[in-house]
């Protein structure tokens, strides 16, 4: 039984996914085509993904030259984007977090983490993603993120709203929202901040704003910057991620920063200037409420401004 308020999209989707009755056929390549394709391609990289979230050590763990961990379960979504993209969109460019590729400055592309935050997947936790975002002359114009682990695909694009929907595990009904969900409790900044080494000024500042009740709470428990993004679309809880001088990959940013403005939020950096989700680089701060956003913001730079 699905409750309301799925469209048919999202129901022809799940019922599709649920039949295995395959892949979407190629259409016209509009919109609605890519988001069809999308929640498929997501669907099926959560199944495999939770199937081995609680045996992590079956995925294959290897380490990349920077040190940050591998898992075969990686390349396995990555291979399986590649063979459904050629069948869907045969002269699509793919970018993969594990196999590579570059971004075009024209025609279509699409760039996939399959799971982003591999430690926090290892440790068996919640907060890791898939990330897939479709590109168009260079633009991101649907962003996707899916998370195995609650069972929960989120996506928006076109300048439509960002939509969150939520597969029934235990026997409820499947779900499907529009974001932000509506806020439980009184007015008031909820911060998520990523963990980094360099987050001690902020993180003590943050502390210090909690206890003078100027934020009503500070977290900060790492994994997927995209899941975070996530969060942040549903509107309760504002996110500070610290990025590093490194500019953004394709896959890094784009499809949370979508959903958090398909939401009515934005994601600004610390000048509250709405950052370019595909080459950004430095602190950024995401949020729906713009009073909190701003708020965090100061704080933000407040505390590290002077290290930029």
Not at 23 to 45: C, N, R, T, Y
Not at 58 to 69: I, N, Q
Not at 99 to 119: K, N, S
């Amino acid at each position: 039984m699905i409750a309301m308020p799925w469209n048919e999209l999202e129901r022809g989707c799940l019922d599709v996914f649920r039949s295995r009755a395959g892949a979407p056929s190629p259409g016209e390549l509009q919109e609605k085509d890519w988001v069809a394709f999308g929640i498929h391609i997501l669907l099926e990289a959560g199944r495999l993904i939770r199937s081995l979230r609680l045996a992590p050590e079956a995925s294959g763990l290897d380490f990349k030259g920077d040190g940050s961990p591998a898992t075969l379960v990686e390349r396995e979504v990555e291979t399986l984007l590649r063979n459904r993209l050629a069948e869907f969109a045969p002269d699509t460019a793919v970018l993969g977090e594990e196999t590579g590729g570059t971004l075009p400055a024209e025609g279509l592309a699409v760039a996939m983490d399959p799971i982003d935050g591999t430690w926090a997947f290892l440790g068996r936790t919640e907060t890791f993603c898939t990330t897939l975002a479709a590109f168009r002359d260079g633009q991101p114009f649907l962003g996707l993120i899916g998370s195995a682990a609650t069972g929960e695909i989120a996506y928006s694009g076109g300048g439509k709203s960002a939509r969150l929907l939520q597969l029934a595990v235990f026997g409820e009904s499947d779900i499907a929202q529009d974001l932000p969900l509506p806020r439980i409790g009184s007015a008031g900044a909820l911060v998520n901040v990523h963990p980094a080494a360099a987050a001690g000024p902020l993180v003590e500042s943050l502390y210090t704003a909690w206890k003078a009740r100027d934020v009503r709470m500070v977290r900060s428990p790492g994994g997927s910057p995209s899941w975070a993004l996530l969060e942040a679309a549903k509107g309760t809880f504002a996110y500070v991620n610290l990025w590093s001088r490194r500019p953004a990959e394709p896959y890094d940013l784009a499809a949370g920063t979508l959903l958090v403005r398909g939401a009515g939020g934005d994601v600004v950096d610390i000048e509250g200037v709405s950052i370019d989700p595909v080459q950004h680089e430095g602190p950024f701060v995401a949020a729906v409420d713009a009073d909190v956003r701003d708020a965090v913001v100061s704080l933000t730079r407040a505390a590290v401004g002077q290290d930029d």
